[in-house]
Structures are given as C-alpha cells and as structure tokens.
C-alpha cells in the first residue's frame, strides 16, 4: 500500500519548521519542476487558511500543481523589487552563507528576477550581517545576464567597511572587472573608501585611496580634498587632516569651506585650544568667515563651558547684521539647558519668531531633552503639541526622550501608538531602546516581538541589540540564554564591546570554573532551545 499523500498545507508546514525548507521542497519535487516563465505571469488567488506565515505571500496560484497550489511570482502587481527582495530575505533566514551549494540552491529559484535594485534592497536590510550580504552578492554576481552597478558595488563596500573589514573592502574594489571600471567606480564610491578607511583608523591608506582617484580618471580637485579632510576629522584624526591641508596649500587653496572643515575637527575633538588657535588664524588670513564658521566656534566655546562668551558672541552677530540660523541658536539653547539655564533657553526659544529664525526639530528636541530630566512633561506634552501644529513632525530622537521616561509597558505602547499614527517609524536605536526598557522590566512578550519586528524591517538585531540582552539576562541570572546569545553576535561578525567581553569571562568563571568560552558546555546549547517564531532562546524544561 502506497503512502498517503500528504496535502499541500501539510507540506508546506513542514518546510517552514525546518532549517533548510527550500532543500526540503526541492527533494519532495515541489520546486524546480515549474519554468521560469510560466511562475512570473502565473495568476493569484488567495492563499489557504491555516498556512504558515512565513509561505503567505511565496506561495500563490494555479498551473503547475502542489495539489491545488504552486510556488509562482504571482501578478504583475506584485512583481516588484520590494517583493522580491522580501522574499530572498525570507530564505536568507534559514540559509548560511558558508555553504555555497546550499546557498545556491536555495536561491535558485530567484536567478530570473534579480536585478540591481533587488540586489540594492537584500544587501540593505542585511547590513548587519555581512557575512550573509557578502555571500548574496557573490551568487548574484554568478547570474547569467547580471552585472553588480554602481549602487550594489558601493553598498556592499560600505557594509565591509562599517563592519571594519577594511581588507576585504579593499579586495573586492580591486577586483571590479577593468571593463566594469568606468560604469561602476564613482565619486560616492571613493568618499564611501575614504570614510571607511578613515574609520578604521587607517589615515595612510585613506590618503592613498584619495589619490588613487586620478588612476580611475577622477580629478584631485577641491572637492575631494574636502570630503578626505572631512573623513579624517570624523574620526578625530585632525592632528593629520590640519597638518595635511597646510602641507597642500599650493595644490588646494585655503578657502572659508576648509577652514570650517579643520576648526570643526578640533571642536569634535575637544580641544578648544587648538579650536581658539585656527578661529585666530582665520582672521589673520582674512578669509570671510560664514555662519558655519561662526556657529562652529560658538559651539567649541560652549563645549569649553565658556556659556556667556558664546551668548556675547551669539548677540555681537545680531548687531554685525549677521543673523545667526537655527543650528546657532539652537547651540546656545542646547548648551544654557545644559547649564541648567533653562529660562533663559526658553527666552531664546520665544524670540526666534520674532527675529525670522523658524524653530525646526532640533530645537523642540533639544527642549523636550531636557525638560524630560526634569520631569515637566505637561511641558513636554505641550511642545509635542505645537510640533505637530505647526507642521514639524517629531521625528524618533524626540519620541527616544520621551521613551526614557516611561515606567511601565503600558505606556510603551501607548506612545509607540502615537508615534505610528504621526507616521514616524523606529529606526534601530528606537527598537533598541525599547528593547532595554523591556528586557529592563522582565517584560518577555514585549521582548520577542521587539526582536521578531527588527527582523521583519531589516534594522537589526545588531551589535547593540545582542549587547542588550546579554547584559539584561546576566541581569536576571540567566547565564545559559545570555552566553548563547554572547555566541550567536560573535558568530555573525559582530564584535563584543570591552564590558561585554568582560562579563562574558566573569559568567564564565561563575559557571564552568576556569572553563574557556570553547570548552564551557553552555556553548553547546543543551540546556537551551531556539523558538522559531521569536528567534529567541529561552531553557528547556
């Protein structure tokens, strides 16, 4: 008697509880046997009830039978980058990067519908796992009648870049097919290498990497000096941005826009000295100084706690016919708050009207920053208010201060509510956040779908993320579930805070004695299980 054939649903739900459902469909002879053509302009209809999430929207239609359905691309409608791209996302889920048959395979199915904006989108959402995005890259690269552009070269350099794999970020710009040079290689490309080299703390080579530019038929022009000199002082290295711009003032001119560049770093940096030192020398030169330059020194005043300097800078410009913008006042306000002159913030704040200087986002945020310490929150509530009148949408940075104050779950979710209903959506700093605040209350439902939501929108969990809960766990004793997460962040890449490496070694001796991280049975998992619906892991009991 032969075996009972099992019906649609059932094996689909069979693929989706397993780690490898597209290798799984394959061997059962669900895909694979449909052509390409006859799956993209397959019509839709409903999918059944009862069928697992994670197949609703893949699985569609008429043709080509898995009982009464078939795996298809369903209607033109629906045939969009965004679609498609979701759809990779999903099996990227249950696939490793590592094995790249497996990988392959899995993505088989898409070979026909990727272009460059599908490419563009996957490696967005993956640009805290760029071991996978890297692997994705790779196999699109392999397609018949596909070659990366300009914008998936550029992203996937700056997702190995962020990720301080600087070396492989090297390597993949070296191996851009000569042909492809011209078409590909681009300003933004070399101000993504600049940066990243400068945030890898490699200055030499980002210097090189400037220069390199005329090899590709690129000008050494102003321009890019400025983005080199701005790339070097992000990241604090303005000893050697300042003595590289007087080095080439032959080649580049010492225009105001420079000046601003060098006198910025050195305020970032903290040094006022060196900030006074290149503001006198600014003078000297004779070069106008703008409303940056001004606004730059006001705020390294500030910095330096020298509060009534920079209001009597801020008022001289008035009486010089030179209206300070937003950024300036909002400046002052941000730093008369700090010194908990808030009054006198507030004094300010009601002149800007009066003086043509519209309040932006900033400057609510700014306000509502602090009132929030203080807990005033009928004023803050207030200000929200006027945002909103006033059609200046607070944005997450000002739903963030006010998510801080909150004691509760309950009202979470009541100014989450709101924050949807202005039409503000969380970036990964909000889902973070939120997630510390629940983790923080022993709040597990609101926890696991934290972490289900930065999954879905492609804005974690990062490094942050897993730092979040290792930390929180270790908090409530949970040493099993916050190692296993400890291990699961370094398996993607991601590198472990100091504190956290730290805690790690503490858990450790507490659990296992002198047990290393590769010896301790806690990395072996047994003691713990994965939810595939959370992704969380929690004790077996």
Known sequence: MPPPRLGSAAILAAACRTSKPVSLLRSLGVLGSCPPDVRHNASEVPAPAGLPQCFRKGVLPR??????????????????????????????????????????????????????????????KQRSNWQVALAFFKWAAGLPGYVHGSRAYTEMLDILGRMKKVRLMRQLFDEIPEERQGAVVTNRMFAVLLNRYAGAHKVQEAIDVFYLRK???????????????????????????E???????????????????????????????????????IIASKVERDLFTYGTFI?????????????????????????????????????????????????????????????????????IKYLCKIKRMEKVYELLDEMEAKGCPPNTRTYSYILKTTEKPKDVIALTQRMEQSGCKW???????????????????????????????????????????????????????????????????????????????????????????????????????????????????
């Open 299 to 367: 705020n390294a005043l500030t910095k330096d706690g020298r509060i009534s300097a920079a209001v009597k800078l801020f008022n001289s410009m008035w009486e010089k016919g030179i209206n300070p913008d937003v950024a300036i006042c909002n400046c002052i306000i941000d730093q008369l708050c700090f010194k908990k002159r808030i009054p006198e913030a507030l004094e300010i704040f009601g002149e800007m009207n009066d003086r043509r200087c519209q309040a932006d986002v900033a400057t609510y945020n700014t306000l």
């Open 243 to 281: 003595a590289l711009f007087r080095e080439k003032k032959g080649e580049f001119p010492h225009v105001t826009k420079s000046w601003n560049i060098i006198l910025n770093g050195w305020c970032v940096k903290g040094s006022f000295r060196d900030a006074h030192r290149i503001w006198n020398d």
């Open 63 to 124: 043709g080509n039978v898995l009982g009464s359905l078939r795996f298809c691309h369903a209607s033109a409608s629906e045939s969009s980058s965004e679609v498609h791209a979701d759809q990779i996302l999903r099996i990227l889920k249950f696939t490793s990067g590592n094995d790249k048959a497996d990988f392959g395979n899995a993505l088989r199915q898409f070979a026909a519908k990727t272009d460059e904006d599908v490419v563009l989108k996957v490696l967005q």
């Open 215 to 241: 090899d590709y038929g690129f000008e050494l022009d102003l321009v890019g000096f400025q983005i080199l000199l701005m790339s070097l002082c992000r990241y604090k290295h303005v000893e050697e941005a």
């Open 427 to 541: 970036d990964s700093d909000t889902y973070n956040l939120v997630l510390n605040l629940y983790i923080s209350w022993k709040y597990e439902k609101g926890v696991q779908q934290v972490w289900d939501e930065m999954e879905r929108s492609g804005s974690g969990p990062d490094q942050r993320s897993f730092t979040i809960m290792v930390h929180g766990l270790h908090s409530q004793g949970k040493l099993d579930e916050a190692l296993q997460y400890y291990t699961t962040m370094k398996s993607r890449g991601m590198i472990p805070e100091p504190r956290t490496k730290i805690l790690v070694k503490a858990m450790y001796m507490k659990k296992d004695g002198a047990a290393t991280e590769d010896e301790s049975p806690s990395m072996t998992g047994k003691n713990l299980k994965l939810d595939p619906r959370s992704r969380l892991f929690h004790d077996r009991k």
